[in-house]
């Protein structure tokens, strides 16, 4: 996440999002908290499924890995 929404790992930004519908949520007025004390600056895969959740950077949870 930086002051513009959310990037990878690399630093990189994000060309490509699959949110799931209503996600991500926790942005204040379409402004993403990226400080750490918004609470959903990370990204998962919900289980089963291919869209996306923002989540707590704090947990643990399996990983992609990127392929060079």
């Known amino acids: 996440c930086d002051g ?3 990037i990878w790992t690399d630093g990189s930004p994000t060309a490509y999002t ?3 519908d209503g996600e ?3 942005f204040l ?3 993403p908290h990226c400080d750490g004390t ?3 600056d990370c990204t998962e895969m ?3 499924g ?3 959740n923002d989540l ?3 947990t643990e949870m399996p990983f992609v890995c990127k392929l060079w």
Request: with cysteine; glycine share 24%; charged share 20%.
């Open 4 to 6: 513009l929404g959310f």
């Open 18 to 20: 699959n949110w799931d």
């Open 24 to 26: 991500p949520n926790d």
């Open 29 to 31: 007025g379409g402004v």
């Open 38 to 40: 918004g609470g959903e």
């Open 46 to 48: 919900y289980h089963g």
């Open 50 to 52: 291919t869209s996306w």
């Open 56 to 58: 707590d950077c704090d």
